[in-house]
């Protein structure tokens, strides 16, 4: 019974196109990134999917936009329905690229990000206080300043840890702040040069994963069974060309 199972959801998964991730290539884009695309050589937009994570019944993931020489917008998407369909619960942003989603209890949640054109810089989390049906941008630095939020954990819905990691003079230096506000503020624990792995909780096999599948070129999204993987849906990794 379980093997007729898994080949009929595989049959439904065959049936249903993949999920197109929209992009209508505006010409503010392309001119501010630079982008050299014409209908001989048009440029090809990718989507990377770069974190999963759910909370109750909702899945979230979390990735960016890109050309093959920039980064053109994060992408945040969420789905009530396991993964049936799919809505952008936050504004995508900017040159910027969504790395890990965390959330406690089944309120509070966080995605971390940054910009990413010309190198990382301005690192952020989104927050959430109600389940992720809303999000908001919060800083990690009042000011402008490079480095990448290489990781980041909430121990509790207010006491969280991240790590910002920065290159100076050639040395990569490892910054490690903390947050007793969920994230609205952090203060500087630790600097050092040595690499920096943040506590965290035990490692749990997750319910969700997201997968790069090359043979059908999308992202495949599947949920734990009792024998094996299931897959759920599919995301075309190639999503447009600008011309």
Known sequence: MKALIGLYLASLLHAQPP????????????????????????????????AIDSVGATVFLAGNLHTQSAT??????????????????FQRIRAAALEQIQFSGFASGWVSGQII?????????????DGGK???????????????????????????????DHSEHGVVKHEVYQSQTGGESWEIKEMTTQPVKLKGPPKEES????????????????????????????FAIHIADCK
Not at 117 to 129: A, N, Q, W, Y
Not at 138 to 146: D, G
């Open 72 to 89: 053109l917008r994060s992408i945040l998407l969420s789905s009530e329905d396991g993964g049936k369909t799919w809505i952008e619960p």
């Open 19 to 50: 999920v197109k991730i929209d992009y209508a290539c505006p010409p503010e884009d392309i001119d501010s990134f630079g982008l050299a695309c014409s209908a001989d050589e048009p440029c090809a937009v990718f989507l990377e999917l770069t």
């Open 117 to 129: 054109e010309p190198l990382p810089r301005d690192p952020f989390l989104l927050l959430s206080t």
């Open 207 to 234: 319910a969700w994963r997201i997968r790069a599948d090359a043979a059908s070129k999308t992202y495949r999204l599947e949920l734990r069974g009792a024998a094996n993987w299931e897959s759920i849906s599919t």
């Open 134 to 164: 809303s999000w908001r941008e919060r800083p990690v630095f009042e000011e402008s300043r490079f480095g990448e939020l290489a990781e980041f954990w909430f121990e509790s819905p207010a006491s969280g840890e991240l790590v910002i």
